[in-house]
């Protein structure tokens, strides 16, 4: 018996990433077409992703184009807040899965007419682990974490921080009721990735907000 050789080992975490990378090359290449910006915001629930999009979207509107895909477990939640701004939204229901993937934005773009559009955000679903491996073709990938989740939410989730562009940390105007210490959160994002740009922002009272969308359009 040579058990080897009647056996075929399939990976198949291995090829969902590398179906999932191709994909993404996909969207990319689309969104280039069109000549788009387009950022993946991931971050857990909480953090304060939807909050910083108004934010950021508050800012810029007007001046550009805007598109924002809203993906969630269930709820529209989210995709109202964004929508009542004034900027067009789509909402992508996931069901069981904890993130957004590139298949579910080429899905999403397949029969859209991008021209209309100079930006496209992509909210993720809220979670610090699962959109780690998925990448959706985006020019910039953007983590939020907030001061609430505690001073050594980045060091806990060291990946997601290894594979973004940007770390915004959120919620500084709570830093006076909080016993954290903002430097070191910084810290350990660079030690991380010594190429991410961290910001330390309040989306609710716009603290640092210009600062990171000059980052962001660079
Ligand atoms: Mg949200």
Same mark, same amino acid.
């Given at each position: 018996m040579q058990p080897e050789k009647n056996l075929k080992v399939i990976d198949l975490n291995e090829n969902l990433i590398e179906h999932n990378e191709f994909l993404a090359e996909q969207n990319k290449e689309t969104f280039s077409k069109y000549d788009i910006k387009t950022f993946d915001i991931v971050g857990a629930i909480g953090a304060g992703k939807t909050s910083l999009l108004e934010a950021i979207i508050d800012k810029i509107e007007g001046k550009k184009r805007i598109l924002v895909i809203n993906g969630d477990v269930t709820s529209r939640i989210d995709a109202n807040r964004i929508s009542a701004h004034g900027v067009k939204t789509i909402q992508i229901n996931?069901?069981?899965?904890?993130a957004l993937n590139a298949y579910h934005i080429s899905r999403v773009i397949k029969?859209?007419?991008? +021209?209309?559009?100079?930006i496209v955000f992509i909210e993720n679903v &809220?979670?610090?682990?699962?959109? +780690?491996?998925?990448?959706? &073709?985006?020019?910039k990938r953007v983590v939020v974490v907030s001061v609430t989740e505690g001073e050594w939410v980045i060091q806990k989730h060291p990946l997601l921080f290894k594979l973004s562009d940007i770390a915004v940390i959120n919620k500084i105007d709570l830093l006076d009721i909080l016993d954290i210490n903002l430097e070191s959160m910084i810290n350990d994002a660079k030690q991380i990735n010594p190429n991410i740009q961290v910001f330390p922002v309040s989306a609710k009272t716009r603290t640092n907000i210009d600062d990171l969308i000059k980052t962001m359009f660079a």
């Open positions: 996931t069901g069981r899965e904890c029969n859209f007419d991008l +021209s209309k559009f100079d &809220g979670n610090l682990i699962c959109p +780690s491996d998925f990448i959706l &073709g985006a020019d």
